[in-house]
Each structure stands twice: as C-alpha cells, then as structure tokens.
C-alpha cells in the first residue's frame, strides 16, 4: 500500500493507493478519515484502489466554512484528474455515500459503478429537521483547557459502538481510539460537514444517477435508521439494486471487511 499527497482545487489530498486493475475510489463516513479502509483494502484485489481522506479530514487540507457536498464531489473529480484516472467506480460510506452520489450526477461519464454503504436517507421531512435540531445542538468540538472535550467526544462515540455501555472488548478499544484520534484531528470539519449532512436530501437526487448502483445496509444492533434502509435508496436509482447484511452492525467495516468486500466485488465483478 502506498502513502501519497495529491494537489487538486481545494488543496492538499491524502491518499493510499494498492494494486492494480480498474480503480476503485473509497470515501469515508465523518468524522473518519481513510484509515477506516484498512482492514478491508487487502480484501479487494483486481483492482485499483484508491482511500482519500476528504477535505478537512485526516491528513488534508482543511477547506472553507461555506464549502459544500456538491464542492466535495468536485473534489473527487479533482482528484481523478490529478491521477490520470479517467474512469473510476466509487465506494462511500455514510457521509461518503452522499459524496459518491453528486460525484456520479456530476460526472456521470466518470463513474463506472456506485456502491452506498449507509447512505443517510429521511423518510420524511420531519426525520430530517429532528436530525438537524440534534446536530446544531451538541457541542462536541469545542476545546476546554483541562481536555475534558477529549472525554466528552470519547463517551459519545462510544455511545455509538452497539454494547458500549456494557465494556469494550480489545478491538472496540482500537475502533474508538481510532475515531476518537480522526474526530479531534477533523475538529471544525466534523460539525460543518454533519450539518451538511443532515440538510442533503438525497430523495430527490438518486433518480438522477445515471450509474448501476448497489445500496447496501446492516440491520444489527445500534444501527442508523437510514443504515436500515437500502432498499429504500435502490428503489430510487434507475439501475439501483439492494444488498442486505443482516444481523450486522454500523462496525461491518471494520468487523467484516473480507465480507463486506466480497459484496463490493461481486457486484463490480457482475453482468448487469
């Protein structure tokens, strides 16, 4: 796996990049950076693929308060260009899903297949402005001078992590203190984008998708209500499918990655 910079319009992009083959680009979810695609890379021969750490996150260049989905998306394309990648399938996870879509919209000659790991997906309107009062209320980024903030984002992601309360075993340890690490490092950028991502409305966006598509949810313990809702999100693609991983939580990257990439390449690999 190889460690790189690339320049593109919104600065400095971190990247990895490992074999060889069509390229498959991975967005991550916020406030993670590329390192939640560790596991699951090696899982994922025959191709190109290429983890960034989005703008403001992980090792990039932090971006502009008013900077937005659709500008992340150009980014994206920003990025291809920059790796001479004139073709790329696109793997995004939460917030990364929302990306992967107006990438797609945007430049839909770019894009060869789209996968959206939990995509964030309001049933109705009401769902959506509860989600937004929740994020414009918490306070999680603020600095205090005796590292109490560290402490606070540590118990809500922890909060996050299906048995938390009950105790952590070794490698929930290593997930949080991960996230824990990504979150303080995106500090800013970590309520800015899920600001964003409780006001994107991706209904009336995914009949917009020109690409064959592959929405994917879990339906384990903990997890988001639009997580639960693949099937929801394909219906709306004109060449949408579903795939459920029942009985798996939020984790799956992470907890089963050989199983989560053997869905990414079937579909990728398929006939359609």
Known sequence: MMKAYVQTRSGLIHYVTAGDGPALILLHETPRSLRMYAQMIPHLPGFRVVALDSPGFGESHKVPGDYSITDYAMNVVSVMDALNLPHAHIFGDHTGAAIAVETAIAAPERVGRLILSGLPFWLNEQERIERHRQVVARDLIAKSDDGSHVMRIWAFLKGRIPGGERGLNPADMELLSEITLDALRAGPAWKQVEILMSIYDPMPRLPLVKAPTLAIGVTGEGTSIYTKRPRDVAALV???????????????????????????????????
């Open 238 to 272: 004109p060449r949408g499918i579903a795939h459920v991983m029942e009985g798996i939580d939020g984790r799956v990257i992470s907890t089963h990655a050989g199983d989560i990439a053997a869905v990414v390449k079937n579909f990728l690999n398929a006939d359609l």
